[in-house]
């Protein structure tokens, strides 16, 4: 299949590295609006670079969509209406009227439509969801989330992303609903703007912040999103059931130190990055594309 990438940047060359390493990929093309930046990234990893978006929609069968997420409506809207296939970094946009206009496109188009929520591909929480789905958890009490960057993304990022709520937390929101199969039915979240970085207050976002979510049947889950990890990358579930507790996300290398027990405080290197702590996930999110 001749893939098409839209966005070269951290999280665009890292899918450009597990695109051409896929047996069904047979080409890639890349964009961006740097051009520089598609034609490096295009040269490090053995594909091509083209000009823009409309020579790309028309060369290729499938198009990767990991640009800014300002602008990821239009790019959906204009490979449905190209016919192509899609896989897009999430979200879909940022306000509930857009999103339900592309993804009324979409289904008109017929095209599939793929959002990149790599933790569904990840061994511990696919393995929660099939404990809560088969019964062995029991009935579901409660569930603690917690996603901490190790530090904030640059202010650019930052400005275009929507916010810690729908640029961060909505892995975790996505990531509940997943594996339990239920739905929220009430929410009270709080934040604030804690790590001195000014980029936050300025444009009216938090970088610390904590949500309760009442699901459907009365469990509850508390979900933290942090924008600084001093110590690293630390993205953890934890299911409460009335047979078993599991955790997902505690393999040896988070970054916590242990203050009992026989820890050793961090001698095991810690997870830095997301994509070092989900390397396996994003490759096989874009193997199931």
């Known amino acids: 299949m001749k893939v098409g990438l839209i966005g070269a940047g951290r999280i665009g060359a890292f899918h450009a590295k597990n695109l051409v390493s896929l047996e069904g990929v047979s080409s890639l093309s890349i964009v961006d609006v740097d051009s520089g930046r598609s034609e490096r990234v295009a040269k490090e990893v053995g594909a091509r670079a083209l000009p823009d978006v409309s020579s790309l929609l028309a060369e290729v069968e499938a198009v990767v969509i990991?640009?800014?997420?300002?602008?990821?409506?239009?790019?959906?809207?204009?490979?449905?209406?190209?016919?192509?296939?899609?896989?897009?970094?999430?979200?879909?946009?940022?306000?509930?009227?857009?999103?339900?206009?592309?993804?009324?496109?979409?289904?008109?188009?017929?095209?599939?439509?793929?959002?990149?929520?790599q933790r569904r591909f990840d061994p511990g929480y696919v393995e929660a969801r099939r404990l809560h789905k088969s019964g062995e958890l029991g009935r579901l009490y409660a569930a603690r989330l917690?996603?901490?960057?190790?530090?904030?993304?640059?202010?650019?990022?930052?400005?275009?992303?929507?916010g810690l709520f729908r640029d961060m937390m909505v892995h975790d929101f996505d990531i509940l609903r997943w594996t339990t199969g239920m739905e929220v039915v009430e929410v009270y979240a709080a934040g604030d703007a804690l790590t001195g970085n000014e980029a936050f207050p300025n444009i009216g976002d938090v970088d610390t912040?904590?949500?309760?979510?009442?699901?459907?049947?009365?469990?509850?889950?508390?979900?933290?999103?942090?924008?600084?990890?001093?110590?690293?990358?630390?993205?953890?579930?934890?299911?409460?059931?009335?047979?078993?507790?599991?955790?997902?996300?505690?393999?040896?290398?988070?970054?916590?130190?242990?203050?009992?027990?026989?820890?050793?405080?961090?001698?095991?290197?810690?997870?830095?990055?997301?994509?070092?702590?989900?390397?396996?996930?994003?490759?096989?999110?874009?193997?199931?594309?």
Do not use: N, W
């Open 146 to 162: 917690a996603t901490h960057d190790p530090e904030p993304a640059h202010d650019a990022y930052i400005r275009a992303s929507g």
């Open 209 to 289: 912040a904590a949500a309760l979510l009442t699901l459907e049947g009365g469990a509850v889950a508390v979900i933290t999103g942090v924008r600084h990890d001093p110590l690293g990358y630390d993205v953890r579930m934890e299911l409460f059931g009335s047979r078993e507790s599991v955790v997902a996300g505690t393999g040896g290398k988070e970054p916590l130190r242990a203050l009992d027990g026989d820890a050793e405080g961090g001698s095991t290197p810690r997870h830095q990055h997301f994509m070092d702590r989900f390397e396996s996930a994003y490759r096989d999110e874009l193997a199931a594309f």
């Open 66 to 117: 990991a640009a800014a997420t300002d602008v990821h409506a239009e790019l959906i809207s204009a490979s449905a209406e190209a016919g192509l296939p899609i896989f897009c970094e999430k979200p879909i946009s940022l306000d509930l009227d857009s999103t339900a206009s592309v993804l009324a496109a979409v289904e008109e188009s017929g095209v599939p439509l793929q959002i990149g929520f």
